[in-house]
């Protein structure tokens, strides 16, 4: 019923059923769904109108007052039973019975039913035919939690009020034969009240009280808690995952792909492929099981031979499909100069630009001395921040914590909204205060002088993934990360790096001025100023003071580090597959928004680095705007969706680690 086209296995009738997909992301064999809109009376359900408030008024209450006395073992235990509850709907009721997107043996039934009953939802049967009913009819008036009506509605109205007559009428139509014929299904749908009950409430209550005694006010908070928080989760998928993310498989449906979501909802938002194709066990297309729980757990299973007959769709029909409806553009505005138009326009396929110098080969073999006091002293470094963080910073004071997370933050500005935004890429225009500001920023993270950090940077993009590529991704993750550091640089680089236009750096007397003073200015902000701000204003002790200043350096290092070698080996490539460039959404978060690093190397003018809008992941964007909202900044460069598409076709790559390019 739902599954259509399979790795290795694609049988015609589901072939037929991809291609005479209609635009609106309907298949035409279904019959005609309703309108769109269809007005009409819906009433209340009372119980839940109160009872839905009130348990999060009691949940949180709980929370705040009584869950910072609970044991150890309690939050363990509590976060554990949610995770299983979220594979009994993630992988049992959603992706097992209501997609049918594998088998599974009656052992992995009865656990995956069990582990269900734990959340706390409603019956079975009632919640696959509700599912299904959402996936046949999205978006028109016969979807039970219709996007279309707003967040609230999508999240929790719908189960505020009795059904639209339109999902009644046409959720006659689907087939759930199969569900009725399942004994598993039968059994957990007939004494579903109990079982719920005792498995959702009174089971997780008991243990914390009776096994490690825990008392029992913490025990039942922690309870209404994990309910509470796991019903949210839930819903999110119903809400956030239809309205905020992005859309690279199909640009006319709501569905969106939400990180956030998906890693709270164990792989359940990336949700614009998951409507493309339902069938596919993943629920993604990423590998590496990335924010996707679930998928390792059915591997997991399909190894010990309690799943089998694995669902997925090829790399040449998400390819096949995508040509025609995906998006690879967000909310972007139409400020557009002309030479970043015509370098993006001259762009050869290998993602390299025609009008620069003809890149060196790939591999150029050379033999690169070793820089000792680096091989020695990064490893030196990193060994005695790990040893002063685990044994001296819980014994910080509360101010130094703050104070040392504000203190990178600052610093971590100073790289992306300014090295690398402002300086390397002229993305936009600053006055002098935002300059100064910027590059005082950037002394304190401890890096290079500001000048060789944007030679670095400009013949980085120049001759991406060559042997002119100062950090060549094509040489693995420890050369990427930090082995760069550790040898003299290639050859190559030397004699390409002089191509590498730095006229407007020349000319900065901002940049000349640091560059003059920089080993000064750089030991003071990035050492000395932090470790003597606690020891004097608030009176911390000078050894975890120290401990702070090597901790956040040492991670500043390594998120950097992170941009050069995990955005360049590990995510997605949606604008340009020939690239090792990859959007992560996790450098991104770390990096303040240097993750999206398929656009960025597509789009190097882009002020944001990225396509997304709302400030997704993005922090470096939110503080330039705010900058312009000051009028410090000025200029602000950004792509127009119409180029993005034009550059796009025939580029974009919706397949991670699945073709062999991208190996």
Same mark, same amino acid.
């Not at 910072?68 to 979220?86: D, L, N, Q, S």
């Not at 553009?329 to 003809?358: A, V």
């Not at 910027?438 to 002394?443: G, I, N, V």
């Given at each position: 019923m739902?599954?259509?086209? /399979? ?23 279904f019959?005609?769904p ?10 209340? &359900? ?10 999060h +008024? ?33 992988? %049992? ?6 997609? $049918?997107?594998?088998s599974?043996?009656?052992?992995? =039934? ?17 919640? &696959?035919? !509700? ?23 999508s ?15 046409? %959720? ?50 922690a ?15 119903n ?9 690279p498989?199909? $640009? ?19 949700h ?56 690879y ?21 290998? %993602? ?8 060196? =080969? ?46 990178g /933050? ?27 500001l ?6 304190t ?16 993009h ?27 640089h ?27 003073y ?9 050492? +000395? ?13 000078? /050894? ?10 040492v991670?500043?290092?390594? &998120?950097?580090?992170? !941009?050069?070698s +995990? ?56 503080? /330039? ?39």
């Open positions: 739902y599954s259509s086209i /399979i790795t290795k296995n694609e049988d015609n009738k589901n072939q037929k059923l991809t291609q005479l997909e209609t635009e609106n992301g309907k298949n035409s064999i019959d005609q309703p309108k769109e809109n269809i007005p009409v009376v819906q009433p209340l &359900i009372w119980r839940n109108v109160i009872g839905i408030p009130v348990l +008024v009691i949940a949180i209450y709980l929370f705040v007052t009584r869950y910072h006395e609970a044991k150890f073992w309690t939050w363990i235990f509590t976060t554990t039973y949610g995770v299983f509850g979220g594979l009994g709907v993630t992988a %049992g009721a959603h992706r097992f019975w209501a997609h $049918r997107s594998y599974a043996k009656l052992p992995l =039934k009865i656990l995956l039913a069990c582990f269900y009953c734990t959340a706390g939802q409603i019956h079975l049967t009632k919640w &696959i035919r !509700v599912h299904r009913t959402h996936h046949r009819y999205t978006e028109t008036s016969a979807d039970p939690h219709n996007a279309n009506r707003g967040f609230f509605f999240h929790v109205g719908w189960l505020m009020m009795k059904h639209h007559p339109a999902v009644k009428k046409y %959720g006659k139509n689907v087939n759930l034969s199969d569900i009725a014929a399942d004994p598993v299904i039968r059994f957990f749908d007939k004494y579903y009240p109990p079982i719920m009950l005792s498995l959702t409430f009174v089971l997780p209550i008991l243990i914390p009280v009776y096994i490690w005694n825990e008392t029992w006010i913490v025990s039942i908070g309870t209404i808690f994990r309910h509470l928080f796991m019903l949210n989760v839930a819903f999110a998928v809400s956030f995952a239809h309205l905020w993310g992005t859309r498989y199909n $640009r006319n449906l709501k569905a969106v792909e939400n990180p956030t979501v998906s890693f709270l909802a164990l792989g359940e938002g990336w614009n492929y998951h409507h493309c194709f339902p069938w596919d066990y993943k629920a993604a297309e990423l590998g590496l099981y990335r924010l996707n729980l679930t998928t390792a757990f059915i591997d997991f299973m399909a190894w010990l031979g309690l799943a089998y007959d694995l669902k997925t769709s090829s790399s040449e029909m998400i390819d096949r499909f995508c040509a025609k409806k995906a998006m553009s967000s909310m972007i505005t139409e400020n557009e100069n002309n030479k970043s138009q015509k370098l993006t326009q001259l762009r050869t396929e290998n %993602g390299k630009n025609s009008i620069l110098d003809q890149p060196p =080969k790939e591999n150029i073999p050379a033999v690169q001395p070793l820089i000792w006091r680096n091989v020695i002293g990064i490893p030196v470094l990193h060994v005695i921040g790990i040893y002063l963080f685990v044994t001296q910073s819980y014994n910080a004071k509360f101010l130094t914590w703050i104070f040392g997370i504000s203190y /933050i600052l610093g971590g500005l100073g790289l992306t909204a300014g090295i690398h935004r402002f300086w390397a890429h002229k993305s936009y225009s600053a006055k002098l205060p935002l300059r100064i910027l590059a005082c920023f950037f002394c993270v401890g890096q290079i002088h500001m000048t060789k950090w944007i030679r670095v940077h400009r013949t980085h120049r001759y991406t993934d060559t042997s002119a590529d100062p950090h060549n991704a094509n040489r693995g993750f420890f050369f990427s990360h930090v082995g760069w550091l550790m040898m003299k290639h050859p190559a680089i030397k004699e390409y790096g002089k191509n590498v236009n730095m006229n407007d750096i020349a000319a900065d007397p901002v940049i000349r001025f640091f560059d003059k920089y080993p000064p200015i750089m030991l003071l902000l990035t050492f +000395v100023l932090p470790t003597m701000i606690p020891v004097y204003i608030w009176n911390e002790t000078w /050894i975890i003071s120290i401990t702070g200043t090597i901790t956040r350096y991670i500043t290092l390594n &998120i950097v580090f992170s !941009v050069n +995990v955005a360049h080996l590990w995510g997605t490539r949606p604008y340009n597959r020939n690239l090792k460039a990859r959007e992560n959404p996790t450098v991104s978060f770390l990096a303040f928004g240097e993750g999206w690093h398929n656009y960025h190397h597509c789009f190097p003018w882009d002020y944001k680095a990225a396509e997304l809008g709302l400030y997704r992941l993005n922090l470096a964007t939110a503080f /330039i705007d705010f900058m312009a909202w000051l009028g410090l900044a000025y200029d602000l460069k950004t792509t127009s969706t119409v180029m993005i598409e034009r550059f796009c076709a025939g580029k974009g790559d919706s397949t991670d680690l699945s073709k062999p390019n991208a190996k």
